[in-house]
């Protein structure tokens, strides 16, 4: 199984180096941070066509975190249970692959 990560700074920027990255290394997850984008203007559709699903968790000009996979994703959870926070810094989901379910947290935790 091959899990990524990756501080993407802009996800509006990145999104050609980003669909270039997916076709090439093909990976089961992909976590993105900083994707700095409303929901309604997350790229699912250009997920879409690479074959993979997405969820987005975001804002507009900060933060915002995205799980790609290549599995559907279930059991969304867009914050801590208890912990109020109006800033878009984690995403979770669940995930039945082909090695059994697992569950994938993305988390953007700046520095300070």
Request: charged residues 25%; contains cysteine; glycine residues 6%.
């Amino acid at each position: 199984m091959k899990l990524a990560t990756w501080n993407v700074n802009s996800l509006s920027v990145r999104l050609g180096q980003v669909e270039e990255w997916i076709k090439k290394e093909k990976p089961d997850f992909l976590l993105l941070q900083e994707t700095k984008q409303e929901n309604i203007k997350f790229p699912h559709e250009a997920i879409r066509v690479l074959g993979y699903n997405s969820i987005h968790n975001g804002q507009k000009t900060y933060n915002g975190v995205a799980i790609i996979s290549k599995y559907e994703l279930f059991d969304i959870q867009n914050n801590i249970p208890g912990f109020e926070d109006e800033q878009k810094r984690l995403i979770a989901a669940t995930a039945n692959t082909n090695q059994g379910k697992i569950r994938v947290v993305c988390v953007y935790v700046p520095n300070g």
